[in-house]
């Protein structure tokens, strides 16, 4: 049983843009904070950036706060990525992650994996130079 779908990666040239949306059902997507990872081969998952449940709190990688903005809606439980100015390091397979439901993951690090209770499997972004 799907929980989490992930969509909107593809091919964009470096300096290019591209909005990820993950659809969740209601169960998992209410009264949680909601975060996005990403993985290359090889490497860990690596932590993109994370909104409260109500959407007012949002926290983000040093390396991606300038260039990516996270937001959710709430009506239609989806949690979106907004990447701007995307340069081959941003080439991933994007993972969106619900963490516990409480207002900011009830205390868990949300910049850790593990932290995550349900995922979804993937958006691949691939940036051409």
């Known amino acids: 049983q799907v929980q989490l779908v992930e969509s909107g990666g593809g091919l964009v040239q470096a300096g290019g843009s591209l909005r990820l949306a993950c659809a969740a059902s209601e169960r998992i997507f209410r009264n949680r904070g909601m975060g996005w990872f990403r993985q290359t081969p090889g490497k860990e998952r690596e932590f993109v950036a994370a909104?409260?449940?109500?959407?007012?709190?949002?926290s983000y990688a040093d390396s991606m706060k300038d260039r990516f903005s996270i937001s959710r809606d709430n009506d239609k439980n989806i949690v979106y990525l907004q990447m701007n100015r995307v340069n081959a390091e941003d080439t991933a397979l994007y993972y969106c992650?619900?963490?516990?439901?409480?207002?900011?993951?009830?205390?868990?690090?949300?910049?850790?994996?593990?932290?995550?209770?349900?995922w979804g499997q993937g958006t691949q972004v691939t940036v051409s130079s």
């Open positions: 992650a619900a963490g516990p439901q409480g207002p900011w993951f009830s205390g868990r690090d949300f910049r850790q994996s593990s932290s995550y209770d349900y």
């Open positions: 909104i409260s449940a109500g959407g007012s709190g949002k």
